[in-house]
């Protein structure tokens, strides 16, 4: 082993190559000279020629060692420096981050209160409104109308609370929901924080243990591989760029967090949305009393259509309370059904018994407890006794209709069933479902090649493409915009998010496996609180997107 000169018998010797000629041979007392690399041990010259001459030991000279470790060891400098300046560079960005996304939260928290005041003083304004007629009307009879408004302002004030809560609560639910995605992305960011710290502290102990070895030859040799060895076992020299892009990622996903409201079936909604976010099973609700269900569509946020196929009778399931109830007894196959208002339900059908230049009894008006209200027809535009009339309902709560197999897309006025405008596809046919969006636009199923979205004027904007084998299912996120497109492969349904350009945001959010009882595919429908309902053709499954990063 290597030691300096025992004292009272140092030699001067002449250093050349800046190799400090004090360090001796334990052993033979004789300067070091050479550096074993099978052994790993600095020797003199007696140890070369009596220990280490034959083979397989390969012997160094100990200044070139010394050298090439110091080469190595300068080599890594420049790095680590470099990264220690990244690192630092990085943390101002994290606060940049973290400031950035907390801003643009507190905008989406502000937007939500703005929202929810106004509707709040309109509540009030319109129940103050009320008071007012009903203190006019108390003045003509003094006792009695007095006894009268008194009960009626109290109604009404026992309505305004009631609203007023309901509206607090929808309020308070979407502050949550924001509150969440906010912890989400500072959680996130947090432990970037910690693990970029956590580097720091590794590169100051580095170049603290480098500073350290460097000083002595004797040290460098026996402890230059260890600190190499730990700096390649440490240090991630990519760690720079990839927390990097996990911030970038974080904020392009936080900044897709947007609040969005909208009036669907004459009712106000108002939710977190934007992001793709990851869908979870909330319930899966069983159907026993349906024998071959078939999803018609949904009435309200929590009532969904379901037919029986086996003898076309028309059930509601409640996805709130798990009751399903039958509301129309055996008759015609109901092909889609949307709400009007909180009053009235429009149905189209499909019937074999087409005549005539007009389509009887394939649009029905309805009230909540199912009774019929009008029918109202449409041309018909001839192709055999069989025929499907699609509906929907638009923003401004006019019908949306067409005939299967005809190009011609109908606007109807519900409260005269005037046709308010014909819209007409080129080289397009209506195939399935319509659906209304909240730009205008309207999307057709036009077959096996998948969906169109066009304008008012008939102009084809987008095609989103199916699968050729087996035609998909569609549905509309009304305040979105978003499609849900369902797919069938074997015995499994998959559901794929899609912009209404025809740009695919994720694929199979969703995944369910066919049930025996039916080999009928329904559309994977999205309520207007932007929940998922999904029919196996046994169960109704309950999905609910959560934000993630």
Known sequence: MASRFPEGKQVQLRPRKGHDMKWSCDKHGEPIKFYCKKHKIPICHPCATKDHSQKP??????????FERRRQLDEKRPKILELQKQMEALNTKIKTTSTSGSAH?????????????DKIKSVEEKENRIIRVINEEA??????????????????????????????????????????????????????????????NTIKNIESTMKRINQHDETLVNEAHQVLASIDENLNFNVHQDVSDCLD????????????EGEVGG????????????WELVKSIHITSVNYPFVRGLVSENDICVQDVDNNGMYVTNINTQHTEKVIDEGLLITSCAPIDNNVIVCGKWRDDCTGDRLDGFITLYDRQWKEIIDINIPRNEYGFYCSVYVDIDSDRMIITGQSYQSNIYVINPANDKVVNTITMQDKEVFGEIQALSSGDIVVNTGYGGCTVISRSGEEKAVIHGNELDAPEYSVDKLTDTLYITH???????????????????RRIVEYVKSDRTNFMGPCLVTPSGNLVGCDGDKLHLYKKTFTL
């Open 57 to 66: 030991c390969k012997l160094d000279d100990i200044e070139d060692v010394i």
């Open 105 to 117: 939260l507190q905008t989406i928290n502000n937007n939500i209160q703005a929202s929810y005041y």
């Open 139 to 200: 003045d003509e009879e003094i006792r009695l109308v007095n006894e009268k408004r008194e009960k009626r302002i109290k109604d009404c004030n026992i309505e305004r609370e009631k609203e007023r809560s309901i509206i607090k609560d929808k309020e308070a639910k979407l502050l949550s929901d924001a509150k969440k995605i906010s912890e989400v992305a500072s959680k996130k960011i947090k432990d970037l924080t910690n693990e970029n710290q956590h580097i720091i």
């Open 249 to 260: 990622r974080i904020q392009i996903e936080v900044e897709r967090v947007k609040f969005v």
């Open 267 to 278: 009712e106000y909604y108002g939710r977190i949305d934007g992001y793709i976010g990851k």
């Open 488 to 506: 069938r492969v074997r015995n499994t349904y998959s559901v794929d998010q899609v912009s209404r350009d025809g740009i695919i945001q994720a």
